[in-house]
């Protein structure tokens, strides 16, 4: 049972530090902060956590959002999200993971609740330290990658010429489908934007 009147989580999975700041793996850090200038948030360093943390509210006198970029590795990004949920008593339902998606073609965003991690091990690591996958997934399509490259050294390569060109639109797509959960709800938004 979530709690209706309380805070939503929003996390924005990626690797920290500059070098990996424009690769596929780092969309969510980009999704969180566009959020965070929406929200007329500013990250700061999380005194409990190992996250950078912004705060707001969605519309006036809307929900409150906390959106969170853990300092962890990718692959660690569980711990944070679940001190972080703990702290705000954040229910998991009220969680929602920002995060690259290799089985979705590029240019797509999908959201659902639950299900498997796909391989991926920010998911992976949310799934084992808030002790369920019962959290909302917003899934940024980066597709697969190009003839026999592995698929680590994809998502942790830039995005390339052509995708840059329609980055920007793309990352304001995804903060509107995290904003349309908070307002509407999974299933309003899967019906608003699936189809796009």
């Not at 391989?119 to 899934?139: A, E, F, I, P, Q």
């Amino acid at each position: 049972m979530t709690d209706e009147t309380g805070p939503w989580l929003v996390v924005g999975l990626g690797n920290p530090g500059r070098e990996y700041a424009g690769n596929r793996h780092n969309v969510g850090f980009m999704v969180a902060d566009l959020l965070a200038g929406r929200l007329a948030g500013k990250f700061g360093r999380h005194r409990r956590a190992v996250a950078e943390v912004a705060e707001g509210r969605l519309g006036l006198g809307g929900p409150k959002l906390v959106l969170a970029k853990p300092l962890t590795y990718m692959n660690l990004s569980g711990g944070p999200v679940a001190s972080l949920a703990q702290f705000y008593k954040v229910s998991p339902g009220r969680v929602i993971a920002v995060h690259d998606e290799l089985d979705i073609g590029y240019g797509q965003v999908r959201v659902k609740c639950g299900g498997g991690e796909g391989g991926h091990n920010g998911l992976r690591s949310m799934s084992k330290s808030l002790g369920t996958k019962d959290y909302v997934r917003v899934r940024f399509g980066i597709g697969r990658p190009p003839g026999r490259q592995d698929p680590a050294d994809y998502v942790l390569s830039d995005f390339g010429t052509a995708e840059r060109k329609e980055l920007d639109f793309l990352v304001d797509r995804a903060a509107d489908v995290v904003e349309s959960v908070v307002s509407r709800g999974v299933e309003p938004t899967q019906n608003l934007y699936h189809g796009v």
